[in-house]
């Protein structure tokens, strides 16, 4: 059988397969979506999208109307194509360490179904090093698989828009690789920036870090200013007014979703110090919840009670979530 599909996505109905499955569709390639939760695949299927995105009800139609999008939960239909783009999620195990198991799992059930010269691209956040180990354990099966690590950078609800703006890093070690994983991204006509694999793994990490204690910074002030007895709005205010250098200083908030402190956790697992900065990041965001309940605590005790916490605006706490600090958001998008 000739493959006729241009490329199939392994985990193709999460956060960043689908959007990612719909955009190459979008752009004239005929895509297959391999997952294994069948409920999403039924849903999408349908229609219907199984989180909400901008644009992506509307795409979705548009793509399976146009019959080039395809869903299975079957990995029989990796063999229908050379392109495999691979967005499974990259868990922490309870010891709070990168878990490698889920992709010598999905490398060995994809392994013998590739079709030879065939192109893998990573698009997960991995560990460093993860790019090499999947292509070793590939080409122990079959000599001339191309692995080259292509990371997301999107932020859910604006990833349609911003597949087609982002500069794409092409995490490459060989130039076979590097050309065509470029061509695959230069269908979304993107700047592309060329990196080895562990550079652009690396590239991935260090950019949710550098998020993550970006609010860990704007955490630690709202409680050095609290604590101060004063108004951390109008302090903020004072400081971002009209003065680039500290635009980008983020409002407080919750650090919330799993992405990002996971990604501070793989990245302290890497170094051989463990990376204290990031770990007192982690005190500060993780710890935050905690201190606006003592503040409450404080005004009204909650003896007995159980409190739940909603993330909205409250006691000069804003809304600070993975994606973009307030300061960092067009208006139209706040
Ligand atoms: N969500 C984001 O905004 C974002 C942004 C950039 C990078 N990332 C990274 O992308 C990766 C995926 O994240 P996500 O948010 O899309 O996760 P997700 O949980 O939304 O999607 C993962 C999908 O993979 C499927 N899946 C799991 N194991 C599979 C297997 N063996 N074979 C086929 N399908 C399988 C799941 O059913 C699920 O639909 C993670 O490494 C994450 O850190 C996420």
Not at 222 to 234: E, L, M, N, T
Not at 243 to 272: E, H, I, N, S, W
Not at 302 to 310: A, F
């Amino acid at each position: 059988m000739n493959p006729d599909l241009d490329l199939v996505v392994v985990g193709g109905c999460g956060h960043v397969g689908l959007p990612l499955a719909m955009s190459f569709a979008d752009v004239g390639c005929r895509v297959g979506i391999y997952d294994t939760d069948e409920d999403k695949i039924n849903h999408v299927r349908r229609g219907q999208m199984p989180f909400r995105e901008r644009g992506a009800d509307e795409l979705l139609l548009k793509t399976l109307a146009s019959g080039r999008l395809e869903l299975s939960n079957r990995a029989e239909i990796v063999e229908r194509t050379t392109v495999v783009v691979m967005v499974i999620g990259t868990p922490i195990d309870e010891f709070m360490n990168p878990s490698t198991r889920v992709f010598e799992k999905v490398v060995d059930e994809l392994g013998p179904r590739l079709r030879p010269h065939s192109l893998v691209v990573l698009r997960s956040t991995v560990y460093p090093g993860t790019t090499a180990f999947v292509k070793r354990r590939f080409q122990q099966r079959t000599a001339d698989i191309e692995v080259a690590f292509c990371p997301e950078r999107i932020a859910e609800g604006y990833a349609l828009e911003e597949i087609r703006t982002l500069p794409q890093i092409i995490g490459a070690d060989d130039d076979a690789a590097f050309d065509r994983a470029s061509a695959l991204f230069e269908k979304f006509d993107v700047e592309i920036i060329r990196t080895t694999s562990e550079e652009a793994e690396l590239a991935k990490l260090l950019t949710n870090t550098w998020r993550y204690m970006k609010f860990a910074i704007a955490n630690q002030f709202f409680q050095i200013v609290h604590r101060a007895g004063q108004d951390h709005s109008r302090v903020l205010h004072a400081i971002r007014h009209n003065y680039p250098r500290a635009a980008d200083l983020p409002a407080p908030g919750f650090a919330a979703g799993p992405c990002l402190l996971k990604d501070v956790m793989q990245l302290a697992a890497f170094t051989p110090d463990h990376f204290p900065m990031g770990h007192s990041a982690m005190l500060v965001n993780e710890g935050l919840p905690a201190y606006v309940i003592d503040m409450i605590d404080h005004r009204q005790s909650l003896e007995g009670r159980t409190v739940g916490i909603l993330g909205n605006r409250a006691e000069g706490i804003g809304r600070a979530d993975r994606r973009r600090p307030a300061q960092d958001v067009p208006a139209d998008r706040r």
